[in-house]
């Protein structure tokens, strides 16, 4: 199969998940307690007036047609409105800045977890039993033993409590104001979320490098006489492809991590924003929120086939 | 390049020998095979898995593993005297190899073509188009159908035969003088390998190249090898003509070696050597076939036996003239 009909062949398979998600995702108002009416009428609210609210949302329509309704606003990009926390802004709009603050700090805690797992992976696979070795495979158990939250409260404490910084503690990522602050700001929260994840890269790198310094076709290329230079290209070439069926998955998860470690930096990205709606019932945004997460999941692990049908012609066909 | 005088050996290895590990730990897998192949010569290396026949093939192209090391007293490359430097940047050119597992020796992730083709690039002066068109021809040489198509295939999409046809196509593309084949159709089925034996056979003479070729099946070296060389644990027992190999076997293990594969015929299917071969740590006192030997006496145990010469064969038994097959 050509590479293109393969990736057209992802695409197209990553649908009928994306459909799933925004049943859940619009399902969610129907499950939540409470939902939008008690949320807009309040405690105080008559039946009458709830009555109103309803027609008003049009939740006496049959279900397919609320569905659409809403799907056809997601398409044009119309979210909905806020209720509570800022009444009649535009989801879309709220949800702006948070998402930026989210991807970058997502972006920087990748850039942790694989420059750090990658160097420490590729070091003891060049020098097996070496104490670099002892010590990377010591570190990368410990690492993902420890939940990034856990390490971005330590690391708050010592850096924000005991030394002040006052970077440290900020959270204030808009690289539209400043670009040098908020690279402080992101620091720790990249590497509490990079930290975490950087074990398991370092681990699979260090067995795939190694392993495949052994393989017959390298050991062929050597005695064939080709240069090294061509042997160890085709060594990263063969040793990458196992790290990067863990790199969507590993993404998704420092994605997933964020929204602890945005609470604890009190970074305002996404997390913070899931945790309000949730404790206001603001139930558009929340189903927004779902959306999005589900998503970037799908969007991951969509790009790790692609990138995998692109390093290996094996799993084209 | 000089003239070659025909009755200079195309080459001769004396007195190999193949080690493990170092100091306490040392283990020595081949101890003192000298080798001669003259031009256009099969000579097969045959022996039990543990013989370290392999061991004598990757020597042969400095492939042995980190921890592996190897020297021999002399090694004369069509005539003359050459180090082990010298042989190293023989390979790839003048001597090449072909894998025992055809499935693993090709880079999955790179077409056939690509990896034929680097091998031209890199060996011969030929441009990128003549590249191209070499490619073809070595695929067409190894008779694989429509090999122009199959030319951007991947590795996976051919069958195991297929494969070690590429394997050989790529061994054959710096038109080498010598091929060292470990086991070429490990794997495959037997058809499959009695027609890359064929193949192998053809482009031989073809192309008058000499073969080294690793092999535990006598059936094989009886068609395709003009002398043998039987390996057990490391020391050469009996090396010669195939011809007189097959027709009077002088050492124990090489009688017993036929044994199991003539009585295929026979009633009696079976007809295995007791024991089994010993480990490279393990490795008995005298003669290393001794505790497996029919024939053993005292002496075999005192003494390690010199290889013998005798007429067209050397055998390495102090009882080859009382033995009968």
């Not at chain 1, 972006?107 to 420059?115: D, E």
């Not at chain 1, 899931?274 to 999941?297: D, H, N, P, S």
Request: negative net charge.
């Amino acid at each position: 199969m050509s590479l293109f009909k393969y990736i057209g062949r992802r695409f197209v398979s990553a649908i009928p998940t994306l459909i799933l998600i925004t049943f859940l995702a619009f399902g969610l108002l129907y499950v939540t307690p409470g939902g939008p009416v008690e949320a807009l009428a309040g405690i105080f609210g008559t039946p009458e007036q709830k009555v109103r609210i309803r027609e008003e949302l049009g939740l006496n329509d049959p279900l397919h047609v609320q569905y659409l309704r809403w799907i056809s606003g997601v398409f044009s990009g119309d979210f909905g409105e806020m209720i509570v926390m800022a009444p009649g802004t535009p989801i879309a709009e709220m949800l702006r800045k948070p998402l930026l603050v989210t991807f970058w700090l997502t972006l920087g805690g990748a850039l942790v977890a694989l420059v750090v797992g990658l160097s420490i992976g590729a070091l003891s696979a060049v020098r097996p039993n070496s104490w670099l070795d002892g010590f990377s495979r010591l570190s990368s158990i410990a690492t993902y033993s420890i939940p990034d939250f856990w390490l971005a409260i330590i690391l708050l404490f010592v850096f924000g409590v005991i030394f002040r910084y006052r970077w440290a503690i900020s959270g204030q990522i808009d690289f539209s104001r400043n670009v040098l602050f908020s690279l402080q700001s992101m620091l720790l929260p990249a590497i509490a979320l990079g930290l975490a994840k950087a074990g398991i890269v370092a681990r699979i790198t260090r067995g795939e490098l190694f392993d495949v310094q052994n393989k017959p076709f390298i050991q062929f290329e050597r005695i064939m006489g080709l240069p090294n230079r061509v042997v160890i290209k085709d060594m990263l070439h063969n040793g990458i492809l196992p790290i990067v069926t863990v790199l969507g998955y590993t993404i998704g998860l420092i994605f997933r991590g964020t929204f602890l470690v945005e609470v604890v930096f009190g970074a305002p990205g996404i997390g913070l924003f899931l945790v309000r709606a949730a404790k206001t019932q603001e139930y558009a945004l929340l189903q927004t929120l779902v959306l999005i997460i589900g998503t970037v999941f799908i969007l991951m692990n969509l790009l790790t086939d692609i990138l995998y049908g692109v390093l290996d012609p094996r799993v084209r066909t | 390049m000089a003239a070659i005088n025909s009755a200079d050996p195309l080459l001769q290895v004396d007195n190999l020998r193949v080690h493990y590990g170092a100091g306490r730990q040392r283990l020595n897998a081949v101890d003192g095979l000298s080798l001669t192949v003259d031009a256009g010569q099969t000579v097969a290396i045959v022996g039990e898995s543990g013989s370290g026949k392999s061991s004598v093939a990757m020597a042969l192209v400095n492939g042995l593993a980190a921890n592996g090391e190897w020297e021999a007293d002399h090694i004369l490359f069509q005539g003359e005297e050459i180090s082990r430097q010298e042989l190293l940047r023989l390979r790839g050119r003048a001597i090449t190899y072909m894998m025992q597992d055809p499935s693993g020796a090709l880079n999955p992730v790179l077409t056939v073509g690509e990896q034929i083709k680097r091998v031209l690039k890199y060996h011969t002066p030929l441009s990128k188009a003549e590249r191209e068109e070499q490619a073809i021809e070595l695929m067409e040489r190894v008779e694989i159908p429509d090999a122009a198509s199959r030319l951007d295939a991947f590795p996976h999409e051919f069958s195991g035969g297929m494969q070690q046809r590429i394997v050989l196509a790529m061994a054959l593309a710096p038109s080498p003088v010598l091929l060292i084949a470990d086991e070429p159709t490990t794997g495959l089925d037997v058809t499959v390998e009695a027609q890359i034996f064929a193949l192998l056979d053809r482009l031989k003479r073809e192309l008058t190249m000499s073969v080294v070729l690793v092999a535990h099946d006598l059936g094989v070296v009886a068609t395709s090898a003009d002398e043998a060389v039987v390996l057990y644990a490391g020391k050469v027992v009996e090396k010669g003509t195939v011809a007189a190999l097959f027709e009077r076997p002088r050492h124990p293990y090489t009688i017993g070696l036929l044994r199991c594969a003539h009585d295929l015929h026979d009633e009696n299917v079976l007809n295995p050597i007791p024991g089994r071969i010993p480990g490279l740590g393990e490795r008995p006192q005298g003669c290393v076939f001794h505790p497996r030997c029919a024939w053993k006496t005292a002496e075999c145990e005192a003494a390690v036996p010199d290889l013998i010469q005798l007429d067209g064969q050397s055998v390495a038994c102090i009882h080859h003239e009382s033995l009968t097959d």
